[in-house]
């Protein structure tokens, strides 16, 4: 098969409707390399690059509210910056560049499930939050 590892998608195919911080930018551990007292920020395996984590609230109105926030996890050798909050939105809407994604199944839900990755975080190119997006 000729599709292996990650699949590159757009931001608009994973967020059709946007998506919003709801957390901050933290270092993913290594289970594997972290020992007790150690921590070891994980690495990417095909890059190498560090990875860090945000969790993200989805705006699709047809989510059931414990689908709305997922984590995705953003390879930088520095900590992300995310964007300036945007006055009058409660959350600051964010974009992602350099998406993939990477299917797995569950083994809490037996569910298959998506890993999301991402090369950059910015603010909003269009300076619209999601909502004005799909107003528009």
Not at 100 to 107: I, R
């Amino acid at each position: 098969m000729a599709l292996q590892g990650p699949i590159p998608v757009t931001f608009d195919m994973v967020f059709p409707h946007g998506c919003y911080l709801v957390g901050e930018v933290e270092a993913v551990k290594d289970f594997d390399a972290s020992t007790n007292g150690r921590f070891v920020q994980a690495r990417d395996k095909q890059t190498r690059e560090l990875v860090w984590q945000v969790a993200v609230m989805d705006a699709d109105p047809t989510l059931k509210p414990s689908q709305k926030t997922v984590a995705v996890k953003i390879l930088a050798a520095v900590q992300p910056v995310p964007p300036a909050p945007v006055p009058g939105v409660p959350f600051t809407p964010v974009e992602f560049d350099g998406v993939t994604v990477t299917p797995y199944v569950n083994s809490n839900t037996n569910r298959l499930a998506y890993s999301i990755r991402v090369r950059e975080m910015r603010a909003v190119r269009t300076g619209k939050t999601a909502s004005a997006k799909d107003a528009a």
